[in-house]
């Protein structure tokens, strides 16, 4: 097998090292804190990654679509879970994968919980849902201050065909946190709002068994937090620039990684790589302090160079902006650490996995670019 400096760029690489610590570390902070872990596969949309992420003690699997899902479940994945208010409309094929697999989804709609519950009585099944509650993030969900959660709670719960496990949330707006302390502090009112409402639904006779929360942010501060059942964060497998400017990990710790090559050098001021929006996404990045450009160029000794910036991008091509010495010249390659490891697996057909310069295999990204 070639070395990864002997194939051709662009290359998207799984630094196989890193990604078993960032599966481990994750596995052993919900085994440590009594917490179930169903990792997100909108990250990696990977059977072979999914398998080793269940190999380390996750539970199963979270997916946003029932392609998704299908895909997940033909590569062996026996517990998997929509976290996304699909619709009714999708009955027939999620039965389908009620033969195969242990599935469930949410709801945060009266309309669509009743359309599930009319589904799953004329198929003679049962299906398992959530109920999705916004807790800040204010995507989907019910919001418990301005709606009564528990009176919807409560109706889902007596719907034919439904099996209600429990409450569902995503703490999305963790991204959005200026500080570590202001991420942990999101955790904790997540937390705090689920054990409400399951209070307050225990009191009118309606049990709730699962409290499922999302987002790697938040993650680690969740593990150790009473109330909540289960973790799935998606991003953590790989993590990404973002991350790091959250303070999750450091660079060592991005598994997921862009190879590419100086293809011109038309100014002193400027060079091209091969990678653009195709590979890269044009996803903006997030953190505590400014993030400029479309991914961080890393240096010799894995840190940022910072005489170099991905200013912008177009299809096939990174601009660059040189604003001090370089080494590089046309025909030399580059690592990247891109903005949101998610959008630029989903751009891919294929991982290289490696240690080093070894490369180990090269694994399809079974699910991507799949719509429904």
């Known amino acids: 097998m070639p070395t990864l400096s002997e194939l051709q760029t662009p290359l998207v690489v799984l630094d196989a090292p890193a990604m078993t610590r960032n599966i481990t570390r994750m596995a052993e902070a919900a085994a440590a804190g009594g917490k179930q872990l169903r990792p997100h596969g909108k990250t990696h949309k990977s059977g072979w990654v999914a398998a080793q992420q269940v190999a380390a003690g996750a539970v199963g699997l ?46 945060d709609d009266l309309g669509v919980a009743q359309g599930w519950s009319d589904a799953m009585v004329a198929a003679g099944r049962r299906l398992e849902v959530l109920v999705k509650i916004d807790v800040g993030t204010h995507r ?29 949330s995503h703490a999305g707006h ?48 969740s593990a150790t937090l009473d109330g909540i059942t289960e973790l799935r964060p998606g991003n953590y497998v790989f993590h990404d620039r973002t991350q ?4 999750v990990v450091d660079w060592s710790g ?32 997030r953190g505590f302090g400014p993030t400029p450009g479309f ?16 200013e912008r991008l177009s299809e096939e091509h990174g601009v660059v902006t040189v604003t001090g010495p370089t080494r590089l010249r046309i025909g030399d390659r580059v690592t990247i650490v891109p ?7 989903n ?26």
């Open 62 to 107: 979270t997916c946003a679509k029932p392609a998704e899902a299908e895909v997940f479940a033909a590569a062996g994945i026996q517990d998997i879970r929509i976290a996304y208010p699909i619709s009714p409309t999708y009955a027939a094929r999620i039965v389908e994968l009620m033969d195969g697999v242990r599935i469930s989804t949410v709801v």
């Open 140 to 168: 989907c969900g019910i919001d418990p201050t301005q709606r009564d959660a528990v009176a919807f709670i409560t109706q889902v719960s007596e719907m034919p065909g439904l099996d209600l496990r429990g409450l569902l």
């Open 347 to 372: 751009l891919s057909n294929t991982y290289v996995v490696a240690d080093g310069d070894e490369v180990l295999e090269t694994q399809k990204v079974d699910a991507r670019g799949l719509v429904n």
């Open 244 to 247: 790091v400017g959250l303070g």
């Open 254 to 285: 991005c598994a997921l990684r862009i190879h590419a090559s100086v293809t011109a050098f038309p100014a002193p001021d400027r060079l091209v790589l091969d990678c653009g929006s195709k590979v890269l996404s044009s996803d903006g990045a």
């Open 339 to 345: 903005n949101h490891a998610c959008v630029v697996a």
């Open 174 to 221: 963790a991204y959005a946190a200026g500080s570590l302390d202001a991420i942990a502090a999101i955790a904790r009112d997540e937390a705090a709002m689920m054990a409400r409402l399951v209070d307050d639904c225990a009191a009118r006779g309606v049990e709730l068994a699962e409290v499922s929360v999302g987002s790697t942010p938040s993650a680690l501060f």
């Open 295 to 310: 991914g961080v160029i890393l240096g010799p000794d894995g840190q940022p160079d910072p005489g170099l910036l991905i």
